[in-house]
């Protein structure tokens, strides 16, 4: 089994910070790429930022400049520093990673999401 576990949501004011951590447990051989996505009330999930293994990180138009992720390789995490926060990155935030189980199966797996709210 896998698991995706994430951490760091909360209420933070306009203009505030976050920071969203990640952590991978389980029959893991290797991960490939790691991302957030998030969702809205009434809309449908999009993507915020992703990194692949060695690669450079891709983000929506909508975070860039704003939000930086990262990831720990030997801690199997992914991180997702949220600056300048606005009302409108209030949503759901949830991990994404690409992966490999031990035996050589590629899988996909999402965590369960933890809230974030930006809000006077």
């Known amino acids: 089994q896998v698991q995706l576990v994430e951490s760091g949501g909360g209420l933070v004011q306009p203009g505030g910070s976050l920071r969203l951590s990640c952590v991978a447990s389980?029959?893991?051989?290797?991960?490939?790429?790691m991302g957030w996505y998030r969702q809205a009330p009434g809309n449908q999930r999009e993507l915020v930022a992703t990194?692949?293994?060695?690669?450079?990180?891709n983000y929506a138009d909508s975070v860039k400049g704003r939000f930086t992720i990262s990831r720990d390789y030997a801690k199997k995490t992914v991180y997702l520093q949220m600056n300048s926060l606005k009302p409108e990155d209030t949503a759901v935030y949830s991990c994404n990673a690409d992966l490999v189980i031990w035996g050589g199966t590629k899988r996909n797996y999402w965590g369960q999401g933890t809230q974030v709210t930006v809000s006077s």
């Open positions: 990194i692949p293994s060695g690669g450079s990180a």
């Open positions: 389980g029959n893991i051989f290797s991960i490939n790429a």
